[in-house]
């Protein structure tokens, strides 16, 4: 016969032989038992709904800026077509949220190589990040190194949003003056009979620096300086967004422009008050400019779903 363990003791005798009074104070302590069974099972169900909560917020993708740019652009250009300007709470609806984006959102740092300040006399060449295009807008980036310029030229039918996202840029922008002649030739004396090519009056609207963190412009087909030439002061990025597109098969193709002082050409049939005559200017259409260079590099910065 083998010796009884300490615990077959306890069970055989201590437990087996409690007096009443005890029996009735375990009764109390299951009810105690009980109770503090139900706040743990109260505080586990709480804890496993905040873990729940907790989880599925883990879970939901966070929506990247130039996502969210990208969805916007698709409902605020939904209806977009050549001359259709969206409405006044869709336009701020996509500046707002232009404004939010910084050089970081769309992956870009001022010591990336495309602006570094050029090791030669020549015009800079500006390096374009293509992001989206589609028949109804495009999104992309222009990084323009110190002194580099993108040209006068114009946005036909478009209404186009363009933010700075860091730099110093000079922009300077035109709107045709609806009631004067349209390709009007001009000489530069009324007594000269030699003929210059053809000419147009426009108005300036905009003729100044513009330093980041700063709002997004909005340029419409008629108004707001569909003509603009940026000039970079330092090196600086502009995201621009375009509705409608570029579109050569459309007849939305981009023509370039020289732009000079109102006093330089006398049109027949057009004046101007003396006062208002540097806020005016001639622009003549030109080829291309050749010192012109844009060149293509990887956007790197969030992808974009497009769902």
Known sequence: MG????????????????????????????????????????????????????????MTPVVSRVQRLFDTCKDVFSLSGAGIVPSADKIEQLRAV????????????????????????????????????CDKFSMGIFCLPPSGVL????????????KLLFGT???????????????????????????????????????????????????????????????????????DVLGPPYSDPDGRHCTYYFDYPFTKFSVDGVSVAEEEKDKHAWLQER??????AVVGALYTGPEIVEN
């Open 3 to 58: 010796r009884a363990t300490l615990a077959d003791n306890v069970k055989g005798k201590d437990f087996s032989e409690l007096p009443k009074e005890t029996k009735t104070n375990t009764g109390d302590t299951n009810k105690v038992s009980n109770t503090n069974k139900n706040r743990n099972t109260t505080t586990s169900d709480s804890s496993r709904k905040k873990s729940r909560r907790r989880h599925k917020k883990m």
């Open 98 to 133: 232009l404004d939010e984006i910084q050089p970081a959102d769309v992956g870009l740092t001022p010591q990336m190589p495309f602006f570094r300040p050029p090791v030669t006399r020549r015009a800079p060449p500006i390096t374009y990040l293509h992001i989206h295009e």
């Open 151 to 162: 040209p006068l030229h114009n946005h036909p039918g478009m209404t186009v949003f363009s």
């Open 169 to 239: 840029m000079h922009i300077k922008s035109y709107d045709w003056v609806g009631d004067a002649p349209s390709n009007a030739s001009a000489v530069v004396d009324p007594s000269e009979t030699v003929q210059h090519p053809e000419v147009r009056l426009a108005k300036l609207k905009v003729d100044s620096d513009f330093t980041a963190p700063c709002n997004a412009s909005i340029l419409y087909p008629a108004d707001g300086g569909n003509m603009h030439c940026f000039t970079a002061v330092t090196a600086c990025a502009v995201l």
């Open 287 to 292: 080829e291309k400019p050749e010192e012109l």
